[in-house]
């Protein structure tokens, strides 16, 4: 299968700063990728779908000025964490989006996350 | 609104089959997504279902009925390395417009020999 790669793996970082999170899409080109946050014995959350070329989708909720996400090229979408506070400490986990030919059938492939620690 | 509710944990035998509920309710539905996560590993993708029908790929078959609002992931020839939590998630279209995902809490699914 495809794969897709994030980076950092881990961060540790200081209250207040800002930290970015690279997705890339390794051996396919996806106009679609989306960002979710996990936090510890709790299952998945959808952040926002990035489109690229054009704004992300927000869930209800997520606050798009705090987590920036941009989608620039068909193989990479950034999510950056502004302002980072403790309870934003969290597994974040991209999956790209790849539509067979029929246009209809969906996979997506995983990133393998970004566990952060805000202190 | 929307929910999604599947059963907390089962157990299953090695060698067996298993299948994982999971029933939900959202308006304008747009697809149906089961993930397979192990502890502390990102998750990975095992179907989409939007159309009603059986899907099935290998050992794994997903299940959909859009007027019950109910599917299911069927696992076959179940082995050790499935021990894993199985979510499903529903995609809508909220009235609000645009899309929402969710999920459910997952269902923790025991391998035993």
């Known amino acids: 299968g495809a794969v897709v790669s994030q980076h950092p793996s881990w961060v540790i970082c200081k209250s207040g700063t800002s930290v970015k999170i690279e997705c890339r899409s390794l051996?396919?080109?996806?106009?679609?990728m989306f960002w979710y946050r996990q936090f510890p014995k709790q299952s998945l959350m959808l952040m926002a779908t990035?489109?690229?070329?054009?704004?992300?989708?927000?869930e209800q909720g997520v606050e798009k000025d705090k987590f920036l996400i941009n989608h620039a090229s068909l193989t990479l979408s950034t999510l950056t964490v502004t302002s980072a506070h403790p309870e934003d400490s969290s597994f974040y986990i991209c999956?790209?989006?790849?539509?067979?030919?029929?246009?209809?059938?969906?996979?997506?492939?995983f990133g393998p996350g970004t566990r952060l620690l805000v202190l | 609104g929307q929910n999604i509710d599947q059963p907390t944990e089962m157990t299953a035998t090695e060698g067996a089959i298993v299948q994982i509920n999971c029933t939900y309710q959202t308006s304008g539905f747009n697809g149906l997504f089961w993930y397979q996560q192990h502890a502390g590993e990102a998750p990975t993708f095992l179907s989409y279902?939007?159309?009603?029908g059986l899907e099935e790929k290998g050992r794994f078959s997903s299940f959909l009925s859009r007027s019950k609002g109910y599917s299911y992931l069927l696992l076959k020839e179940l082995q050790m390395k499935d021990s894993a939590s199985y979510l499903c998630a529903v995609r809508g279209r909220p009235i609000t417009g645009g899309f929402k995902t969710i999920f459910g809490a997952g269902t923790r699914l025991f391998v035993k020999a």
């Open positions: 990035s489109n690229e070329g054009s704004k992300a989708t927000y």
């Open positions: 999956s790209a989006r790849d539509i067979g030919p029929s246009g209809i059938q969906e996979t997506q492939y």
């Open positions: 051996d396919f080109q996806a106009t679609t």
């Open positions: 279902n939007v159309l009603d």
